[in-house]
């Protein structure tokens, strides 16, 4: 028995004394590997802030997308061209505008001044014509002092015209007061009608005011048939529009024949 415990106590301590040496040659490991990755370079630690990588290369285009982009420029550039066009005509149109305006004030003004004029010389001319009546003795007479009126109130009611009018309408009034017939060919046309004798100023004046207004009335008339047939406002006249206006005037009675000879007719 005591062999025995002896045994046993040796192995024991046999396997302690192993376990001890395994152990230190652990310790002596761990220590090595340490001390090697102490002794290792270590490698540069990251920057925070690395720049970004580069982009990608752009893809190449293809045929039909280069035609796309070149069929989208052209359209720019052509919406710009005429962005540009319309600009340069409104501006004109605008420039139009204004330079009508300046002469239609332009004609309103000496139009005015005219009837201003007028209306001055006929308010002096009634106290010249008294003076000269009182210089050689004589006074003015009812007739001369009733035309002197005439014409006054002829000028105010010019002048009370023109201030109801339209720039339209006025431009019409005026072109109508500049117009006149020509007295020579009513002078001939009076002396053929009295078998060649001269016929008197008063005569012509009045013949003359009356031709006229059948003109006047004559192109009214034929502007109605032109805006009847579609034509624009103030398109000209044509020959037609003329001869079928006489034709209506003539129709409703307007135009007068002397008794016992034929009917005047339009010639075009």
Do not use: C, W
């Amino acid at each position: 028995m005591d062999d025995d415990d002896e045994d046993i106590d040796l192995e024991a301590e046999l396997e302690q004394a192993l376990e001890e040496e395994d152990e230190e040659e652990d310790r002596a490991g761990n220590v090595a590997a340490a001390d090697e990755a102490a002794a290792a370079p270590q490698p540069p630690a990251a920057s925070a802030a690395a720049p970004p990588p580069p982009p990608p290369p752009p893809k190449p285009r293809t045929a039909a997308e280069s035609a796309d982009a070149l069929a989208v420029a052209s359209a720019l550039d052509d919406a710009e061209r005429q962005r540009q066009e319309k600009a340069r005509l409104k501006e004109q149109r605008k420039r139009q505008r204004e330079e009508r305006d300046r002469e239609q004030d332009e004609a309103r003004r000496r139009f005015q001044e005219e009837l201003d004029q007028r209306e001055r010389e006929h308010d002096h001319q009634g106290p010249e014509a008294g003076g000269a009546g009182d210089n050689a003795g004589e006074e003015t007479t009812p007739a001369e002092r009733a035309a002197a009126a005439a014409r006054a109130a002829a000028g105010a009611r010019n002048r009370a015209v023109a201030a109801l009018l339209t720039d339209e309408q006025l431009d019409r009034y005026e072109a109508f007061r500049r117009a006149a017939v020509a007295r020579s060919g009513v002078r001939k046309l009076l002396a053929a009608s009295a078998g060649g004798g001269a016929p008197a100023p008063a005569a012509v004046l009045l013949a003359s005011g009356v031709a006229k207004l059948f003109v006047a009335e004559l192109v009214e008339a034929a502007r109605g048939v032109a805006a009847a047939r579609g034509a624009a406002p103030g398109a000209a006249l044509l020959p037609a529009d003329v001869a079928a206006a006489f034709a209506e005037l003539d129709a409703a009675g307007r135009i007068p024949a002397p008794a016992g000879r034929r009917k005047p007719r339009l010639m075009l």
